[in-house]
């Protein structure tokens, strides 16, 4: 049995995670939270792309009361970011924040935690407890000899066990390192241990490029090891790209189904069309497709229908035109140019996988 299906159930706004529930996936905008107009249509944009749960950072009052008036444009449940300011997490809960996301490390005195964990408690409303290998305590660095994922959990428990003894067990609990391996470590040590939900990503992992393959190195070890409850992906780009790659790293696994996957052939020689253009505008077009096919597209004739065969329908290029192919079959020819829109018909036509 995987862990994540032990993990306590947890309530963030109307979704839910923890106790064998689908594993959703989250991002965090990255406009000034003051700015309600841009902020909304971000979010909207991370929705369509199939956001299930979104965070803005609260860095003053202004923020804490510009996600009322957010809230009331989008459709999933809105989290507050909160770093140093108890009142900012405070007033991010009376503005309607679903969960908020705290670091009991830098928030400061007990007093503070306990003023935070009281309107928590008062409002039903979950805390992330988040702890970052950057902001690791000196003593956990001094006893471990540097920043280890045994330091990393024992500070996690820490908090935890702080905001238990106030009578609360609302949470989720995340540890985040750029450093992949340790971070896989780290969650295998605290899944042991934690009855929370837990929320896991590589935090800084970079570029679109460099970020995807490390986000998805240790996401995909972590959740085939059956844990993690809920996942952000986290690049130096448009968030919308956080959610594309958290999908993709959800189906390749295997944990969720939905969405169309894409085949597509590395190009040789024998290639005539533009075929690596081709796929990419392929990419982008069927993400908004609800359907659990595959779609190949590949470079020719002679290999593409046999490569092709597999998938539920796909394209094979020839010199300025192409093969539409469902199931091996050959359907039709169709010019070059038209290969996109013919593909798009088809989809549109596809029936539900419902
Ligand atoms: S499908 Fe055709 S073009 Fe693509 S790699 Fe294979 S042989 Fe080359």
């Not at 990503?201 to 460099?210: D, L, M, Q, S």
């Amino acid at each position: 049995m995987a862990y994540r299906d032990n993990t306590k159930v947890v309530h963030i706004g109307d979704r839910v995670i923890g106790g064998g529930n689908p594993i959703l996936i989250q991002s965090m905008t990255n406009t000034r939270t003051e700015d309600v107009e841009g902020t909304v249509a971000q979010i909207k944009r991370l929705e369509e792309a199939g956001c299930d749960i979104i965070r803005c950072t609260v860095p003053n009052i202004e923020a804490a009361k510009a996600l009322g008036e957010i809230k009331k444009q989008i459709h999933i449940p809105l989290v507050a970011d909160i770093h140093f300011d108890y009142k900012m997490a405070i007033a991010a809960m009376e503005n309607g924040a679903d969960k908020i996301r705290i670091n009991p490390g830098n928030i400061g005195s007990k007093d503070r935690i306990a003023a935070v964990v009281s309107c928590a408690k008062e409002r039903n409303i979950p805390i992330r407890v988040g702890v970052n290998s950057g902001s690791l305590e000196k003593n956990l660095v001094e006893k471990y000899h540097g920043v280890t994922a045994e330091g990393l959990v024992e500070s996690a428990i820490d908090k935890v066990g702080i905001i238990e003894d106030l009578g609360y067990d609302n949470m989720v609990v995340s540890i985040k390192s750029s450093n992949v391996m340790l971070c896989v470590k780290a969650h295998e040590l605290l899944a042991k241990q934690c009855k929370y939900p837990l929320h896991v990503g590589i935090t800084e992992a970079g570029t679109v490029y460099g970020g995807n393959i490390k986000s998805s190195v240790g996401l995909g070890i972590i959740l085939n090891e059956g844990i993690g409850d809920t996942i952000r992906v986290s690049l130096s780009g448009d968030p919308v790209e956080e959610i594309k790659t958290a999908k993709m790293i959800l189906r390749t696994l295997d944990i969720r189904k939905g969405g169309i996957e894409v085949v597509s052939c590395p190009t040789c020689g024998r290639t005539r069309i533009d075929l690596i253009g081709l796929a990419n505008q392929v990419e982008t077009m069927v993400q908004k497709y609800p359907l659990d096919i595959k779609v190949a597209v590949m470079g020719c004739a002679v290999n593409g229908p046999g490569e092709a065969k597999e998938a539920d329908i796909g394209i094979a290029g020839g010199d300025g035109e192409g093969l539409l192919i469902k199931h091996g079959e050959i359907i039709k020819k169709v010019p070059e140019d038209q290969l996109l829109a013919v593909l798009k018909e088809e989809l549109d036509a596809w029936p539900s996988n419902d």
